[in-house]
């Protein structure tokens, strides 16, 4: 079943393009001076800081002023109160994603979901990177399979990623090969400034309403050996939670599944009913944990099994799945 290309749904699905304020007196050039700094939507533009926006070269108090009504007048209900019933119609553009396993899709209430952002964290060899390529292509598969007929953005933080796995997964689906590795957009983050820079050049494809996915593995990594020590330890934070910020607009906005996969540390002072059943915890402390919608601990179970437990959901009661790690990526015991 090979896919030529991919499109992004039929439905009014909201985007604005920014060309569009264009039509409410502002300039093409302040529009080009928004875009060179990764803002290509209405929506976009309404989330942003008049803080931020005064940092464009040429933009003034009066200038943002002027751009930020005419982006509340071309997307008022982005800017107050809506009810609930508009919001439930919103939400029916969500797509569950499969992870490749049954039994954890049955877990997830179909899989991960798109507007929010899902973490999954664990100790090495359990199976978050595999996860990660799996539903690369899983994302790519149409809706009846259990994908989002979408294509793939991937932020690598610790050299990963491997084509060859995408094959061999693409294999498993009766996907071409090819084609799968096409649809994925991938980028090697070396610091934890560039992961926040690749994320942001990430707006222009993202407005395409082409992607359906975005990983980041590990969301992590870099903020732990950038941000050494107690001392540094409030200014991490503080990047990273603007980092998660954006990445939460974006994932409501474009549609976006957000799937971070994260390190632990051992936490031997903790109970096991907060740090799992090992005395371990995830790393990124509060803002990290709010910051996920859906918190998922893989540990290894009996042989080749492991275990996935859901930690925190907002409608997905805490319960546990076992799946393997096969050639074609995650998958049911019972199928090895």
Known sequence: MAQDTIIGDDEDVGIIDIDEIQAHGIGATDIAKLKANNIHTVASLVSCTTKRLLKIKGFSDIKVEKIKEAAKKMAPTTTGFITAAELGQVRKRCIRISTGSKQLDACLNGGFQTMSISEVYGEFRCGKTQLAHTMAVIAQLPKEMGGAEGKVAYIDTEGTFRPERIMEIAERFGVDPDQACENIAYARAQNSEMQTELLESLAANFATNEYRLLIIDSVMALYRTDYSGRGELSERQQVLGSFLRR????????????????????????????????????????????????????????????????????????????????????NDPEKA
């Open 247 to 330: 990445a939460t607009q974006m994932a409501e906005e474009f549609n976006l599944a957000v799937l971070m996969t994260n390190q632990v540390m051992s936490d031997p002072g903790a109970s096991a009913l907060f740090a799992g059943a090992d005395g371990r915890k995830p790393v990124g402390g509060h803002i990290l944990a709010h910051a996920s919608t859906t918190r998922l601990l893989l540990r290894k179970g009996r042989g080749e099994e492991r275990v996935a437990k859901i930690v925190d959901s907002p409608d997905c009661p805490e319960r546990e799945a076992t799946y393997i790690i096969t050639t074609g990526g995650i």
